[in-house]
């Protein structure tokens, strides 16, 4: 024992030759064995216990060094300071327990009443845990529009995004699922001419935000229920391949009556192009072939979209 206090002795006694404040050797607390901690240590530690935060607390606030060294949230962007006033008068960070906040406001008053970032925090804290997910939503919402860019976005382009990782990543994709599975289960068996506006809404919400085209088709039985909806086609941000004769094989499988045909434009633009009318006349032809009935060839555009049948490009009854 003896020993070792020499040598935290000399320990101390180095590092205050080498704490050095305007030229000045300032003095640091030191600890003696016999004695305990110091004046100054002990006054240290009660002012440390003085700021121990609640459990929902961000232990480390968004803008400390070793997160700026990160390339986390830098002191600009993050949520800034400031205090509160409690109830018993005390102040205290304007974070502490925003999360229990926000949710207890979620389930009170739901979703309408609350903007677009608010709700992507409430995902993000499942993936980022103790830290102001704030100014992370903002830039995401910033990057991709709305929070149905931000749900469609790729990995690739989440990941560019200051702050973002494949946990952030992984929780977009569950909310997207689940929103898929929610719209989807509104036009399957259903008879689908009467149930129109829940076609487009639930073709919108899951390929106007998408940054490559998908091509998609609705399989219909003779009472115009939806049997199966499939992506026939993955391709680049402004062409997708698709073939006439897979998409006319894949209805005899399925003993399809009919066909909505679905593609979005991630220009953002539905109009339609040259190669989209050839592609939809020859499907049309391939199907007809088997008396097989294109309803409609839908584009998807990022505001609005595009029906072949309101233009004219495809006639009532195609067969």
């Known amino acids: 024992m003896k020993q ?3 040598k935290l002795s000399r320990l101390t006694d180095l590092v205050q030759d080498r704490w050095l404040s305007g030229g000045k050797r300032r003095d640091i607390p030191t600890y003696s064995p016999p004695q305990g901690f110091g004046e100054a240590a002990q006054f240290g530690l009660a002012d440390l216990e003085a700021r121990i935060p609640p459990r929902d607390a961000a232990t480390q606030p968004a803008n400390a060094p070793h997160w700026q060294s990160r390339k986390r949230l830098t002191e600009t962007e993050s949520a800034g300071g400031g205090l509160v006033r409690q109830s018993d008068g005390s102040m205290r960070p304007h974070y502490w327990g925003h999360r229990e906040r926000l949710r207890k406001r979620f389930l009170s008053g739901g979703h309408a009443v609350m903007p677009e970032y608010e709700l992507l925090e409430l995902i993000l804290f499942n993936a980022i845990e103790r830290i102001d997910v704030k100014p992370l939503a903002k830039r995401l919402l910033a990057a991709f529009g709305d929070l149905n860019g931000v749900i469609a976005a790729s990995e690739r382009n989440i990941l560019r995004v200051d702050g973002a990782s494949a946990k952030v990543y992984l929780q977009l994709r569950i909310a997207e699922a689940f929103a898929h599975r929610m719209g989807q289960a509104k036009i399957l068996d259903r008879e689908i001419l009467s149930s129109w ?26 009472r115009n229920r939806v049997i199966a909806d499939e992506a026939q086609g993955e391709g680049t941000v402004d062409h997708v391949p698709v073939y006439p004769r897979e998409v006319a094989r894949r209805a005899l499988e399925l003993n399809a009556s009919a066909l909505i045909l679905v593609h979005n434009h991630p220009s953002g633009d539905p109009t339609p192009s040259g190669a989209d009318i050839e592609m939809t006349a020859k499907i049309v032809a391939a199907c007809g072939a088997l008396e097989i009935v294109i309803h409609d060839h839908m584009i998807i555009g990022k505001e609005e979209e595009v029906s072949f049948r309101s233009l004219g490009l495809i006639e009532d009854g195609a067969a």
């Open 4 to 6: 070792t206090g020499s």
């Open 197 to 222: 506006t829940d076609v487009v809404s639930y073709c919108r919400t899951t390929m106007a935000h998408r940054d490559t085209e998908q091509f998609r088709v609705l399989f219909l039985d003779r």
